[in-house]
Structure formats: C-alpha cells, structure tokens
C-alpha cells in the first residue's frame, strides 16, 4: 500500500483570496492549450492567427466553466437542484462534470464561429488536440484534493485517501491522468499533424475518450448518491460516455466517406 500525500489543496493565500490547486490546474490547462495551438496557428498557410486562438481559448474556457457546472448539477445532483435551484452556483463546494462542459464549449465554439466565419467542426478538430492537457491536470487537482478516488482493492499501490474510509482505493484520478490526459493528448496530436478531413480529429477525441472514460469507470468509485444506474455495473460516467464512443465512430465515417480537407 503507498501512503496518501495529503498536499495541502491551497496553494497561496493572501488575506480573503485563496488559490487552490484545482483551480490552477484549469488555468495551466488552459494556458498550455494556448501555447500549443498559437505555435500551430505560426505555421504558414494554418488559416489561423494568435488573436483567434486567443479568442477560442476564452470562448472554450466560458464552455467549460459554465457547461461543466451546469452539466454537474443536472447529470449527478439534479435532485439537489430541485429542492434548491440556488445549488447550481454553489461552485465552492465543487461539482464539474465533462459531459456537461463538453456541451457548454460546443455550444461556446458555435457563437465563436459565427463571429469569425469558421465551420464549428474546423475550431473543434483544431482545438480538440489540446483538450487532454485540461483533463490531466483536473485529474491531478482531484488527486490533490482527495476527491474521486477510486473502488477499494488489495493492489500494492492502493491509497488510504482521507475522506474515503479505511480502507485503500485505487487512485483512479491518477489512472485517469495518464489514459484521458497524457495517452490522449497523444494520440491525438499525433494524428492531427498532418491535415485530416472535417470531423476526424473531433471525432477520435470523441471515440478514444468515451473508451478511456468507460474503462476507468470500472475503478471509479460511483457517485454516493447515484450508485450503480443499471445491471449493478453501469455508472453514469459509462452512461454518458456510450453515446460518445458511438458519435466518435460516426463522426470518423463521415470524415472518411466524403473527405473535406480544410
């Protein structure tokens, strides 16, 4: 059995204001995001300039943050939010949910789009490559945290983490760091260096998350208040995860059906 780390989830205060890890690991998510996809945008005939992607990166992140929170209250906590609607800006007491970010920044690039003349699925396999790095770190923030760990188990590397009993957990955040940030992130920079059809980019971020998504699920400790949704397996995360893997693989047959090279 390792031992928990137990790192203090603030970082900095100064006076009333605290900066805690969660929140910085959005802000290097979001900044490593805009180094890579400015370099891109340098590149001759990219079709894109540093004020764009400076621009994308704040539309995605307002996507994010937005989608993310509301998403959360209305796929996990939606009985919560019924007896108290004021539960969705509670954001201090956490509660960010992917799918629902996911959904704010499609909804994000689309209005982004109209304001710069660019098809919605173009700013998506543009920017999806950079997605992974925003995972990771939110990942490590939710180890840091001590928040999301994993089932209990008798694995060598198994964590007591302190608000999940006594028992040692897989440290799921840490497996999910690795699968949907850094194997993703290369996956899918690597397939985008060279110019792919419309659809194919966004649609292998779809497919390889949903998979990564899924199988992590399998050591995630389901939601308290949620449990198992069906068959005493199915968690919500495999749930919402499903209609991905099926739109990734679409996607990608659309893509290489009728290519349009952009």
Same mark, same amino acid.
């Given at each position: 059995?390792?031992?928990?780390?137990?790192?203090?989830?603030?970082?900095?205060?100064?006076?009333?204001?605290?900066?805690?890890?969660?929140?910085?690991?959005?802000?290097?998510?979001?900044?490593?995001?805009?180094?890579?996809?400015?370099?891109?945008?340098?590149?001759?005939?990219?079709?894109?300039?540093?004020?764009?992607?400076?621009?994308?990166?704040?539309?995605?992140?307002?996507?994010?943050?937005?989608?993310?929170?509301?998403?959360?209250?209305?796929?996990?906590?939606?009985?919560?939010?019924?007896?108290?609607?004021?539960?969705?800006?509670?954001?201090?007491?956490?509660?960010?949910?992917?799918?629902?970010?996911?959904?704010?920044?499609?909804?994000?690039?689309?209005?982004?789009?109209?304001?710069?003349?660019?098809?919605? %699925?173009?700013? @998506?396999?543009? /920017?999806?490559?950079?997605?992974?790095?925003?995972? #990771?770190? *939110?990942?490590?923030?939710? &180890? $840091?945290?001590?928040?999301?760990?994993?089932?209990?188990?008798?694995?060598?590397?198994?964590?007591?983490?302190?608000?999940?009993?006594?028992?040692?957990?897989?440290?799921?955040?840490?497996?999910?760091?690795?699968?949907?940030?850094?194997?993703?992130?290369?996956?899918?920079?690597?397939?985008?260096?060279?110019?792919?059809?419309?659809?194919?980019?966004?649609?292998?971020?779809?497919?390889?998350?949903?998979?990564?998504?899924?199988?992590?699920?399998?050591?995630?400790?389901?939601?308290?208040?949620?449990?198992?949704?069906? %068959?005493?397996? @199915?968690?919500? /995360?495999?749930?919402?995860?499903?209609?991905?893997? #099926?739109? *990734?693989?679409?996607?990608? &047959? $659309?893509?290489?059906?009728?290519?349009?090279?952009?």
């Amino acid at each position: 059995m390792l031992k928990y780390p137990e790192i203090d989830p603030v970082v900095l205060s100064l006076g009333p204001l605290s900066i805690r890890w969660y929140g910085l690991m959005y802000l290097i998510g979001f900044v490593s995001g805009y180094l890579l996809l400015a370099k891109r945008a340098a590149q001759p005939n990219s079709g894109w300039t540093k004020e764009q992607v400076s621009d994308m990166i704040f539309y995605g992140a307002l996507g994010v943050i937005l989608g993310g929170r509301i998403g959360y209250v209305l796929f996990y906590n939606f009985g919560a939010f019924l007896e108290n609607p004021l539960t969705l800006f509670e954001v201090w007491k956490g509660g960010m949910s992917f799918h629902g970010g996911m959904l704010g920044v499609m909804i994000a690039i689309w209005i982004y789009g109209r304001k710069y003349n660019k098809h919605m %699925f173009d700013i @998506l396999d543009f /920017g999806a490559p950079i997605v992974p790095i925003g995972l #990771g770190a *939110g990942r490590i923030g939710n &180890f $840091i945290g001590g928040e999301l760990w994993g089932r209990t188990t008798d694995v060598s590397w198994g964590m007591v983490f302190p608000t999940g009993g006594p028992y040692p957990r897989h440290p799921s955040q840490l497996y999910q760091a690795a699968l949907e940030g850094v194997a993703l992130f290369t996956i899918l920079w690597l397939f985008s260096r060279t110019n792919r059809p419309r659809y194919a980019v966004s649609g292998m971020f779809a497919l390889w998350y949903g998979v990564f998504r899924f199988a992590m699920e399998f050591v995630r400790q389901p939601d308290a208040h949620l449990g198992f949704i069906a %068959f005493n397996w @199915l968690t919500m /995360g495999q749930l919402l995860s499903l209609p991905l893997i #099926g739109l *990734g693989m679409f996607m990608l &047959f $659309i893509a290489y059906r009728k290519p349009v090279v952009v």
